[in-house]
C-alpha cells in the first residue's frame, strides 16, 4: 500500500512512520511542516518526505491524496495552552482544514484514518454531580466507551473546549458521510500518548508543552514543578510503542474490520492523578539519574488562569474502555505506567541511543 501520512512530522506521526518502515513493506509518504523527527527515516528507500503547509497546499495536497491508498490525517493542534491562546487557528487547522482533507478523500474514494482526540468526552458525569453521586470516585464514572458515552464540555466562554468541539464535528461530519455509503473511515481517539520525542523543553524552546514535558523540564533545571488547581485531574497515559501497535492494525486491517469504527487507544490501567505523576517522575528521576546536578524540584500549586490564561477548564478524568480494539484488532496494550514513565523519561535523560534497553515486543 501507498500510506499518506498528513501531518506525519510529529509526535505520532514520526513512531508510525517507523513501524511501518520497520515491520511492514508499506510505501510512506509523509507530508509535514517539519522533518527534526523524521531523521531515522529519511533516506530510506520506502519512505518520502514532503514538505508543506496545507492551509496554503490545497491542490498538491489533493493529488497526495489522489495517488494514496490510505490517507492518515494527524494534522492537528493539540495542546491545551493553544486552545487557549489562539482558538480561531485551532478552530482553523483541526476543523476547516481537516474537513477539506475528509472531502478529499470523498472524492477520490479513498480509506481515511482520522485522528480525533479522547477530549471529545469532555468532563465526567461525576466532575458534575460531586455532591449527589455516593460512590463519586468510582472509576466507572469516568470510563468512556466509544458508540455509548454521551459528551460533557464546559461553557462557551471557557474557550478551551474548542479543540473539542472542532473535532467531535468533523466526527460527526465523517459519520454522516459513512452513513451515505461515501467515505471508508476510521476515528483513532488517543489517550494521553507519551514517549521519545513528544514535544519539547520549554527551556530550551518557546511555547508551553503538555504536563511530561513540563515536569520533565523542572527536573532538568529545578525549576517548580507546577500543579494547576491542585494537580487531582486524572490522565491514563499510554506509551507510544503500544499506541502505534494499535495504529498498525488499524492500517493494516481489512476495511470489514475496521470501517466506520471509532477506536480508544489507551492503557485503562495506568490511571495517575497529575499530583502523584509529579512525584512518581520525582521518584524515578532521583532513582535513576539524579546525581545532585540540581536541586529535586518542589512541586507548587498555581490556577489554571494564571498557567494558562483566561478561558481555561479541564477534564477532570478519562479512562478508555478499550473492549473494542481488544476484540476486533486483538491489541492489547503492554506497558504499565512505571514502564512508560521511564521509558519517556530516559529519551530525554540517555539521548535517543538510550532508549535501546526498551524492551521489544513481539
Ligand atoms: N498540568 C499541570 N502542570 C503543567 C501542565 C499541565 O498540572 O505544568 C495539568 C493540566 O492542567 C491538565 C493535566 O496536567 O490537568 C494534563 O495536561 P496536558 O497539557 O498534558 O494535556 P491534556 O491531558 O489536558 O490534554
Not at 532538568?220 to 491542585?230: D, F, H, Q
Request: aromatic share 12%; glycine share 6%; net charge negative.
Amino acid at each position: 500500500m501507498k500510506i499518506l501520512l498528513l501531518g506525519g512530522g510529529g509526535f505520532i506521526g514520526c513512531h508510525i512512520t517507523q513501524k511501518l518502515l520497520q515491520s511492514t513493506d508499506h510505501l510512506v509518504n509523509c507530508y509535514d511542516l517539519f522533518d527534526a523527527r523524521l531523521q531515522d527515516s529519511l533516506g530510506h528507500s520506502r519512505f518520502n518526505y514532503i514538505h508543506g503547509d496545507i492551509r496554503h497546499d490545497h491542490t498538491r495536497v489533493e493529488k497526495l491524496i489522489h495517488d494514496a491508498d490510505v490517507v492518515v490525517d494527524l494534522i492537528a493542534y493539540a495542546n491545551p495552552s493553544l486552545y487557549v491562546s489562539i482558538p480561531l487557528d485551532v478552530f482553523n487547522l483541526n476543523f476547516t482544514e481537516n474537513l477539506k482533507i475528509t472531502e478529499y478523500c470523498v472524492t477520490h474514494q479513498k480509506r481515511l484514518i482520522q485522528f480525533s482526540t479522547c477530549e471529545v468526552y469532555g468532563k465526567t458525569v461525576a466532575s458534575l454531580l460531586q455532591n449527589q453521586l455516593p460512590d463519586h470516585d468510582n472509576p466507572a464514572h469516568a470510563v468512556f466507551q466509544e458508540d455509548n458515552t454521551a459528551f460533557i464540555l464546559g461553557p462557551v466562554n471557557k474557550h478551551r473546549w474548542i479543540y473539542s468541539c472542532a473535532k467531535q464535528l468533523l466526527e460527526r461530519i465523517i459519520h454522516a458521510y459513512g452513513l451515505e455509503d461515501r467515505l471508508n473511515y476510521t476515528i483513532i481517539r488517543p489517550f494521553n500518548f507519551i514517549g521519545p520525542r513528544i514535544d519539547f523543553l520549554p527551556s530550551e524552546q518557546e511555547g508551553n508543552p503538555r504536563v511530561f514535558s513540563h515536569f520533565l523540564d523542572a527536573l532538568k533545571t529545578g525549576e517548580p514543578m507546577k500543579l494547576i488547581n491542585g494537580g487531582h485531574q486524572r490522565r491514563t497515559y499510554t506509551y507510544i510503542d503500544d499506541a502505534v501497535d494499535c495504529i498498525v492494525r488499524i492500517v493494516e486491517n481489512p476495511n470489514q474490520v475496521c470501517d466506520k469504527e471509532i477506536f480508544n487507544i489507551g492503557s485503562p490501567d495506568n490511571e495517575i492523578s497529575i499530583r502523584d505523576l509529579a512525584f512518581k517522575m520525582r521518584c524515578i528521576y532521583k532513582r535513576r539519574w539524579w546525581r545532585g546536578q540540581t536541586e529535586l524540584p518542589e512541586p507548587i500549586e498555581v490556577s489554571g488562569e494564571t498557567f494558562y490564561g483566561e478561558g481555561y477548564d479541564d477534564s477532570d478524568r478519562r479512562i478508555p474502555d478499550i473492549t473494542k480494539a481488544q476484540q476486533l484488532l486483538g491489541w492489547q496494550p503492554r506497558y504499565n505506567l512505571d514502564q512508560t514513565l521511564e521509558y519517556s523519561m530516559g529519551y530525554w535523560f540517555n539521548g535517543e541511543e538510550g532508549t535501546s534497553w526498551i524492551p521489544q515486543f513481539t
